[in-house]
């Protein structure tokens, strides 16, 4: 099992940019695939990005494809997501998982940060 802590979230308004950050701890970070998903209020959480463990190999969510870059740093044991060009819609708590493959549903998701919050005002 990982423990992962998310980082960077805030306020920021439409058009701005963070970075959100996943430490890792308990066990390597290069042995998993990393996704990060998102959960808006009332609505059920999603997937945004996912990041491959080798090769960091990536694919994104149609809505957030040329806004947002999901990277790894294996020798810090954390994963970061830089966010531009953000909207309203875009507010969510984020949250970071690992997985044995890159996948796209979070039921292949075995350990979860707590999740961090973004708010995007217009």
């Known amino acids: 099992q990982v423990q992962l802590v998310e980082s960077g979230g805030g306020l920021v308004q439409a058009g701005g940019s963070l970075r959100l950050s996943c430490a890792a701890s308990g066990r390597t ?13 009332g609505k059920e959480r ?3 990005a996912v990041i491959s463990r080798r090769f960091g190999s990536t694919n994104y969510a149609d809505s957030v494809k040329g ?10 044991n954390t994963v970061y997501l830089q966010m531009n060009s953000l909207k309203p819609e875009d ?3 984020y949250y970071c998982a690992a997985s044995a493959g890159v996948y796209y549903d979070l039921v292949e998701y075995k350990d979860w940060g707590q999740g961090t919050q973004v708010t995007v005002s217009s």
Do not use: C, H
Request: avoid cysteine; charge should be positive.
């Open 46 to 48: 999603e997937f945004v």
């Open 67 to 76: 806004r947002f870059i999901i990277s790894r740093d294996n020798a810090k």
């Open 29 to 41: 970070l290069s042995s998993y695939a990393m996704g990060w998903f998102r959960q808006a209020p």
């Open 91 to 93: 507010t969510a708590v």
